[in-house]
């Protein structure tokens, strides 16, 4: 029998085919119906609480409601329509309200409370004792302790501020998807790769233009900057990326200026209410880092190392682009430009020959290979209806066995938002009918295969979305490989958000491996694999200007826990003026004054990284420690594809998800604490 709402048939997999706008209010009120009576139903109940009678079957009415809307999250993500759109905006404030009022249930409260102060809770098993402590620490967060009309004002706060988040990446999307810049004279295109000129044309074509469009689109927008001769044109693009979704942008209902103001305040508001002094502090009781100083030290420290690097690395870009290119005065359009022809000169290659031989599949099967060589596990293809015909299904099995499925969405299109990330379709748990096992979507936006004379090309990567790749397929991992049966710490859930990229940095070590290089090139005219020698040109220029690249991450990072820290949103300080104020301290090139960076920062505005971009940095030290592990057993076994490393990295990292701390996991991988001397030898900040 045929369920009538494919959002309320959690059998299997999502039936992404059947699944229509109309459909999302009534699933998702029947489902809050659901949990609420369950709610009631565990609130009313006096019996001596257990696990057993109070968060399993908690926990199996709210999986049921958060898969439901994770689907209809991720298809507003990839496949924005505008009733799609409207059905995910009309159902989030009862999914926010829902979950406010869960947070702040004093009866629930108290039950998690006395299960830890049962005699029995020492003899838990680690996972559940973690979710018992998770579970009160996130009580208090969510204003359970409060008066009656705090509470009320923190779920006031909670919905306006989903509403906002959302408003924001919708700004964000239109401002990208509405843009297109054409060129008619294919003059204005010299230097140029011949499948970038292919791929404007199509898109002009698409729109039934002639000529060439450029987009927003970061596979469209980012070649013109790195390869147009046509200052003018790259002077255009850079501008129309750096202003979009502000004042300066092209439309002023897409301007983000007062969305990003109310979301400060509402969080500094959150987080008076809670008791603390701002929102960072708030941030950081759930992450690894102690305190926002801490986070403050760490940054600073990391800029001062990496600042005599980016001093020198700065210089010889001006001084090349003076006297090579004829380029006076170096502008932020600019040095994506002179970057990539002083990369040429000085190593004698160009990313676009690199290009050449990384086709998809060849790609996709070398990073298989890695993965089955390192955790001894098979990845096969599989079915499964999908949003999009270009997207693929996999399966990984261990000896024979179900692991996990993983959907593969590589390109960019309209309607899907910009990036990549890894997000979860199903976690695994243990159930009366055995295991569940989890679910991923792995979400890329790579340039489309070119259709060129009616014929459709091989989709070809550079060598960063290479890497891209690798790191997104490393969150994949944390949450497939999982070996956690109890589904609030299985997988990626509940590890420190500041420790959750160790995986995905980790795994992009081996993009920079002769031997797994070999295994996933194929020249598009030669199918030959990559030459040693142009290997070896890309391990020279493996660190070219990692100065500068860490000091603008410093800068974001810096930024996002000033604004979460110490900015006041009601006072005279504009953010515009906190982005400055960091960039005097940290850039050595700062930005033109129109820049509008903060309007599109959708990782602390709309994702989950507020008052936590400096993870990226903070986890990269975890990742780069973790694999000289693997570089230490690779002298000895003759390559760091090292499944001796590989088998101690699943067993005390991937497996145990966040059922222990994330400090924990590494020592038990590393068997000491975490050290910066490898993250600086990495990117060649050593002396």
């Not at 890329?444 to 997104?472: M, Q, R, S, W």
């Not at 982005?579 to 050595?588: E, F, G, M, N």
């Not at 991937?654 to 000491?672: I, Y």
């Amino acid at each position: 029998m045929t369920i009538a709402s494919p959002l309320l048939d959690f059998s299997d997999l999502p039936r992404f085919s059947e699944i229509r706008a109309e459909q999302v209010t009534p699933a998702i009120t029947s489902l809050l119906e659901e949990n609420r009576a369950v709610v009631q139903q565990l609130c009313e109940d006096q019996s001596a609480v257990t696990w057993e009678n109070f968060v399993e079957p908690l926990e199996n009415a709210t999986e049921k409601l958060g898969r439901a809307w994770s689907i209809i999250g991720h298809l507003n993500g990839v496949a924005d329509t505008p009733e799609m759109r409207a059905a995910y905006n009309e159902n989030q404030p009862a999914i926010t309200e829902f979950w406010t009022e869960l947070g702040q249930n004093l009866v629930l409260f108290e039950k998690y409370k006395a299960l830890r102060a049962q005699a029995g809770f020492d003899h838990l098993p680690v996972a559940r004792k973690t979710i018992i402590e998770h579970a009160i620490r996130d009580f208090r967060l969510g204003g359970a302790e409060l008066p009656a009309d705090q509470q009320r004002r923190y779920a006031e706060i909670q919905e306006k501020h989903a509403m906002l988040t959302t408003r924001f990446s919708e700004n964000v999307l239109d401002a990208t998807n509405d843009y297109g810049l054409f060129i008619d004279d294919i003059e204005k295109l010299k230097g140029l790769p011949e499948d970038v000129i292919q791929a404007a044309k199509a898109a002009a074509e698409k729109d039934d233009k002639s000529g060439y469009k450029f987009t927003l689109h970061f596979p469209s927008y980012f070649p013109l900057l790195q390869y147009a001769d046509n200052r003018e044109i790259r002077a255009t693009i850079y501008r129309a990326n750096a202003t979009k979704a502000s004042e300066l942008g092209a439309k002023s209902e897409w301007d983000n200026t007062a969305i990003m103001k109310e979301i400060l305040q509402l969080r500094l508001e959150e987080s008076q209410l809670l008791g603390y002094q701002n929102f960072a502090e708030v941030s950081l009781v759930s992450k690894m880092a102690e305190s926002p100083s801490q986070v403050a030290g760490f940054l600073e420290d990391l800029s001062n190392k990496a600042r005599p690097f980016a001093e020198k690395d700065l210089q010889e870009l001006r001084d090349f682009a003076a006297t090579e290119l004829g380029i006076e005065k170096l502008e932020a359009w600019d040095v994506a430009y002179a970057s990539e022809k002083l990369r040429e000169q000085r190593y004698a290659f160009s990313e676009q020959e690199v290009k050449q031989y990384f086709p998809e599949h060849q790609v996709v099967n070398g990073l298989f290979r890695v993965i089955q060589t390192l955790f001894a596990v098979e990845i096969k293809s599989d079915q499964a209806g999908t949003w999009h015909p270009d997207v693929k299904f996999y399966r990984i099995e261990k000896d024979g066995q179900l692991v996990g499925q993983f959907y593969l969405d590589l390109y960019a299109r309209n309607g899907k938002r910009g990036g990549a990330w890894m997000d979860d379709a199903r976690g695994r748990r243990l159930t009366k009918n055995g295991v569940q096992t989890p679910v991923a979507y792995l979400v890329c936006n790579f340039t489309e295969p070119a259709i060129v004379n009616g014929v459709a090309k091989p989709a070809y990567f550079t060598h960063d979305e290479v890497i891209t790749l690798f790191h997104e397929f490393g969150h994949g991992l944390h949450h497939l490989l999982t070996k956690v049966d109890d589904l609030s710490v299985s997988g990626i859930s509940g590890v420190e958000w500041d420790a959750v990229e160790l995986p995905s940095q980790f795994m992009e070590n081996f993009c920079w491996e002769w031997d797994v290089l070999q295994q996933m090139t194929a020249h598009a005219e030669t199918s030959a694999t990559l030459p040693r020698s142009l290997f070896d040109k890309m391990i020279a220029a493996k660190n070219f200007q990692s100065g500068l690249q860490t000091l603008r991450q410093v800068e974001f990072a810096l930024f996002d826990m000033r604004l979460h820290g110490e900015f006041n949103p009601q006072g005279e300080q504009t953010v515009q003026q906190v982005l400055d104020h960091v960039r005097s301290q940290v850039a050595v090139f700062t930005a033109p004054e129109f820049n509008r960076m903060q309007h599109s920062f959708s990782h602390i505005f709309a994702g989950g990284y507020a008052a936590g971009y400096y993870s990226y940095k903070w986890a990269e030290v975890l990742s780069a420690d973790a694999y000289a592990a693997f570089e230490e057993l690779g002298k000895n076994e003759g390559s760091n594809l090292s499944r001796t490393a590989g088998a101690q990295f699943q067993r005390e990292v991937l497996e145990v998800g966040g059922s222990r701390p994330a400090l924990e996991s590494f020592k038990a991988f590393r068997g000491r604490e975490p050290s910066i001397d490898a993250l600086l030898r990495h990117n060649g900040m050593t002396v």
